[in-house]
């Protein structure tokens, strides 16, 4: 009898599997924070993917989840202007929407504000708000 063999090989850990089998693919360190950031509901914080609890049970799915979403906001805090420019410039020509509206709804709807962790220090939350700003000014004077 032939054996079942999932497509991708499952790690020992949520951490693990989050990493190489989603994280991994997403190419920018924005695209990252955006997809953790989806997976946390809105009105509780509470992180929720259907596949990891699946796997893992809940509590260890939602551990890596926040895990995961605070780990890549330091990896977005300690990139340059520059480099946090160019990532950003890769994300928006990877979506379908038009740069210039998405732009334009970051700017008016600031959905950007989801992207942070909920454990995140004041000054770091400061910090990727005020280079955001700078991001999206300089992003949307480049459209013009």
């Known amino acids: 009898m032939p ?8 790690e020992r ?3 693990a599997d989050l990493f190489k ?3 991994s693919k997403i190419p920018t360190v924005f695209g990252q924070l955006g997809y953790l ?9 509470i992180y929720r993917h259907h596949g990891l609890t699946a796997i893992f049970g809940r509590e260890e799915s ?11 906001f330091q990896q977005w805090l300690n990139l340059s202007l520059e480099d946090k420019r160019a990532d950003l410039v890769e994300y928006l020509e990877s979506l379908t929407d038009p740069r210039t509206a998405v732009l334009k709804h970051w700017a008016h709807n600031q959905t950007y504000r989801s992207y942070i962790p909920a ?3 004041e000054s770091e939350e400061e910090l990727f708000f005020e ?3 700078v991001l999206l000014e300089t992003l949307t004077c480049g459209d013009k």
């Open 62 to 72: 939602r551990k890596a989840l926040a895990t995961s979403h605070q780990r890549v």
């Open 119 to 121: 454990a995140t220090r």
């Open 21 to 23: 089998n989603t994280l």
């Open 37 to 45: 950031s989806s997976l946390r509901d809105p009105d509780s914080g």
């Open 3 to 10: 054996q079942f063999r999932p497509k991708a090989m499952l």
């Open 13 to 15: 850990s949520a951490l």
């Open 131 to 133: 280079e955001f700003a």
